[in-house]
Structures are given as structure tokens and as C-alpha cells.
């Protein structure tokens, strides 16, 4: 039995009923939408195996990822009107008869749609600068504000086009960097279809030293090409490998782990930092590159910083929200034992287009001396 099949049909059920329900005042009109919006969710497939024509796949995949969007703004807002005004409905029923009429509802819904609108202008306007200081114990004077520019969750493929790639690195070339990292999912997707989305990434190469790590979504298809094609344009790409980065005469460790999706294609395979760390134990600073952040336990006895991506701190509202839940290190900076975690939320997005409560982002993180 295909449990994961039967899990995914039985929450669109649930979800159909609870929207058919719970979508007040409007009478059997919330059984239309409720039926429309999950009907919308079913083509969802269709998206992720890419099986149609790329014009009618770019189509579809809008409407389905416009559509979950809406249903999370939808739901959530649903949820927060019931948890306050269900209780007062007991008490005083006029003071929650708008919330639950036809009037609140359509409130509802177009205070949504407007939200919708609002995050999908933010994702489209590309990622902002975030400056960040990692302040640093015993840093060798040498490597007071050595500078790492980080990219992560590009997620290059059907959502993100060659336009907002193209924009991402001439962005990063008019920063000053020592290096630049490639925190995974960079490529999403078919490398035929997608490769010349991320040509641009080249010119990076041409004027900094640029180190990448592997995140999940490389995994979903062509990894090796994907990988290929990265050592081909002259980033060095780190498989649970490191290298040392020679600055004024100090050494600096870059290390980079493989991410764990790897093990659905080779179960062998997969994150190994003893080995990331072979035959290179005595660097001035320590750096891993690792996709995931929730790695940064096992990491931290071994390196001083973490650099990680993944979480997209949680995209928009209201998962920006859950994501703090179930992730340790969601975003931004902190610390871990002694090692400093700093993860990306994402400097591209996926899924829905937009960004609520959240930031696209490139990261200029500085060593500094504590």
C-alpha cells in the first residue's frame, strides 16, 4: 500500500471538509470554493513530475502554487478567527456575529488575496542584502573581517527563471567578498531543461574562489549532472571534503558535507564529517558548509562556524511561524556550543511565489574579533 498516497488523500479530505464547514455565512457557496481549491491541490502531480508541455506547465504550476498559498493564508486565518470569536459566539453573540457572517468572510478572503499579492510582489523583487557580523574568540588579528558571501535555496528550475539568477549574481559581483558559498539547492530539477538558467553563475568564478555543497532538491533529478556542471565552471564542489583558504598568511578550513537526501539514491552515501574533516585538523578557523542546519550538534566540537541554508525561515505566514518548532537554527545567527550557526532564508523560494514575514536574501557574513 502507497501510505504516502493515502496520508495525501486523506488530508485533502480533511481539508475539504473543514473549508466546506468552516468557510461561514455564505451557505452551500463554501462548498464550491472549498471543492475548487483542493480539486486545484490534486493537479499538484502534475507540477512535480513535470509531465506537461513547458507552457502549460508554467500555467498550471502558478495557479496550483497561488492556490496553496491562498489556502494557507485561507486556513490559518480561519483557525485564529475561530480560536478567538467561537468561545465570545457563547457569551455574546453579537460580538462575533460579523466574524462569522458573509461579510467577515469576504473580509477574510480578500485580506488574504491582498496578503497573497503583497508576499508574491516581495519574492519577485529578488533577494536583499543581509549584513551580518560573527563575532569571534581568539580570531587571529589576520582574519578580522574576512568576508564569506552566501547564496542558498536559489532553487534555479520551473519557479525561478534566468532573469532572477542573472540578477543574483550581478548583485554578488558588486559586493567585496574573500569567498563565496553555494549553500545547496542552487539547481532544482531537469539539467537539460534547467542548465542554462544558471550560466551566469560563471562569472562568479572568474572573480572569487566559490565553494558548494549539495542540498536536497539537487537529488530530486540529475545530481551528478547538476555536480558535473558545477565543477565544470570552476566552483569546487565539496562531497564530504575540505580545502584551506590561505588569507594573510593564516589557514582557513572549508569544509562541506554531502546532504542526506543523498542516501535515497545510494543508501552508502550521505553526510560524514569525520571524513569532510580528514588530514586537515590544525587550520586557524574552521568553516562547514553543510545544506541542513540541524547537523550543527554533531558539528560543533569540530568547527567555529556553521554556514547553512534550507529552512527558508519558514517562506511566509504562517509557516515562518512552525518552522521556528521544528528547526533549531530556523534562521539568522546563533550559537551552537561554541561553534556559530548562521542559516539563509533562502535566496531564492519555492513552491508558492511569494514571501510573507520572510526575506530572500544574499548573506555577507564578517569575521570579527570578539
Not at 165 to 173: F, I, Q, S, T, Y
Not at 228 to 247: A, D, H, Q, R, W
Not at 347 to 356: N, S
Request: proline content about 4%.
Amino acid at each position: 500500500m502507497n501510505w504516502f498516497l493515502v496520508t495525501a488523500i486523506s488530508i485533502c479530505i480533511v481539508l475539504l471538509i473543514f473549508l466546506g464547514y468552516r468557510i461561514t455565512g455564505i451557505g452551500n457557496y463554501s462548498w464550491i470554493i472549498s471543492g475548487t481549491s483542493i480539486g486545484l491541490i490534486l493537479l499538484y502531480p502534475l507540477v512535480w513530475y513535470s509531465v506537461l508541455p513547458e507552457k502549460i506547465d508554467r500555467i498550471v504550476r502558478f495557479i496550483v502554487h497561488i492556490d496553496m498559498g491562498m489556502l494557507s493564508l485561507v486556513i490559518a486565518f480561519i483557525l485564529i478567527r475561530d480560536l478567538l470569536f467561537f468561545p465570545i459566539s457563547y457569551f455574546k453573540p453579537s460580538w462575533s456575529d460579523f466574524a462569522f457572517s458573509n461579510c467577515g468572510t469576504y473580509f477574510l478572503i480578500l485580506f488574504s488575496a491582498l496578503l497573497l499579492f503583497i508576499g508574491f510582489l516581495r519574492a519577485s523583487k529578488g533577494p536583499e542584502l543581509v549584513d551580518i557580523e560573527v563575532p569571534v574568540k581568539a580570531l587571529p588579528d589576520e582574519l578580522h573581517n574576512f568576508s564569506i558571501l552566501q547564496i542558498s535555496d536559489l532553487h534555479a528550475g520551473a519557479g525561478i527563471d534566468k532573469q532572477y539568477v542573472d540578477r543574483v549574481v550581478e548583485k554578488a559581483l558588486n559586493l567585496k567578498a574573500d569567498i563565496v558559498v553555494l549553500t545547496g539547492d542552487i539547481a532544482d530539477g531537469s539539467f537539460e531543461k534547467y542548465q542554462h538558467k544558471l550560466q551566469s553563475l560563471s562569472r562568479l568564478t572568474e572573480r572569487f574562489q566559490v565553494f558548494y555543497v549539495t542540498g536536497n532538491h539537487e537529488y530530486l533529478g540529475d545530481s551528478d549532472l547538476w555536480i558535473s556542471y558545477f565543477k565544470s565552471i570552476g566552483i569546487k564542489v565539496l562531497m564530504n571534503e575540505n580545502t584551506t583558504v590561505n588569507f594573510k598568511g593564516k589557514s582557513i578550513l572549508i569544509a562541506g558535507i554531502i546532504d542526506p537526501a543523498a542516501k535515497e539514491l545510494k543508501p552508502s552515501s550521505g553526510p560524514d564529517i569525520p571524513k569532510a574533516l580528514a588530514g586537515n585538523y590544525k587550520a586557524d578557523f574552521k568553516i562547514l558548509l553543510a545544506h541542513q542546519p540541524n547537523i550543527a550538534k554533531e558539528a560543533s566540537t569540530h568547527f567555529d562556524l556553521q554556514i547553512s541554508g534550507h529552512t527558508h525561515a519558514g517562506q511566509f505566514f504562517p509557516w515562518n511561524i512552525f518552522i521556528n518548532l521544528s528547526q533549531t537554527f530556523a534562521k539568522g545567527l546563533k550559537k551552537c556550543d561554541k561553534m556559530w550557526v548562521y542559516t539563509n532564508s533562502g535566496t531564492g523560494y519555492w513552491g508558492p511565489p511569494f514571501r510573507l514575514g520572510t526575506t530572500s536574501e544574499i548573506t555577507l557574513l564578517h569575521l570579527i574579533r570578539q
